[in-house]
């Protein structure tokens, strides 16, 4: 009786093992195609840093399709992207307050809205497949332009431009689309 129940111990141990790898693996994988990410933009003592995740277009229609229009997207792949500032940041004539929030966008063909979300840590979407995110929870959401061009980035990626003195610009760009998003510091 002794022998089963360590057995059984040792069963229920090494079943846990390998249900715990093969979720770790499983993440590992979906990372893979769609790397992580980490963005720093610092300027006179502010210093702003987003992490996310870079999906690859892969020869699909990518706005409008694979990321639906106006609908909320995680703005990259799995988690949820996070947007962190030292300091407060104006933008388009509202105040973000130092501190880390999620980013969000619903895309458009012409404007973005860019939104930021005080929850952050969570996957980007829930067991249903739709943004996890507490629409509640949001601090701020400007609209701002989408430009399309002739040039096509296979990955999405966030970039930071200085435009002026205390003036930048957080940028989104992939496939054929380019998003700014101007603030001042």
């Not at 790898?21 to 980490?38: M, T």
């Not at 699909?60 to 639906?68: A, D, H, S």
């Not at 739709?130 to 061009?149: F, G, I, M, S, T």
């Not at 970039?159 to 700014?180: H, N, P, Q, R, Y």
Request: aromatic share 12%; net charge negative; charged share 25%.
């Amino acid at each position: 009786m002794r022998k089963f129940f360590i057995f059984s111990l040792i069963g229920i141990a090494i079943i846990a093992i390998a249900v715990a790898l093969i979720g770790y693996l499983q993440v590992k994988k979906a990372k893979s195609f769609s790397p992580e990410e980490r963005v720093v933009f610092t300027e006179q003592g502010l210093t702003i840093t987003v992490f996310y995740n870079r999906p690859s277009k892969k020869g699909r229609e990518i706005f409008g399709e694979l990321v639906p229009y106006n609908e909320v997207w995680r703005t990259g792949a799995n988690e949820a992207t996070t947007f962190e500032t030292s300091e407060d940041l104006q933008i388009e004539g509202h105040t973000l307050k130092a501190g880390k929030y999620s980013l969000w966008t619903i895309p458009r063909e012409n404007t973005w809205t860019i939104i930021f979300n005080e929850e952050h840590g969570q996957w980007g979407v829930n067991s249903e497949g739709k943004p996890n995110r507490n629409p509640e929870r949001d601090v701020l959401e400007v609209d701002v332009h989408a430009v399309k061009q002739d040039q096509v980035f296979e990955q999405f990626t966030i970039t930071f431009e200085k435009t002026g003195g205390s003036e930048a610009e957080m940028v989104l760009i992939w496939d054929k689309t380019v998003v700014s998003m101007p603030f001042s510091f």
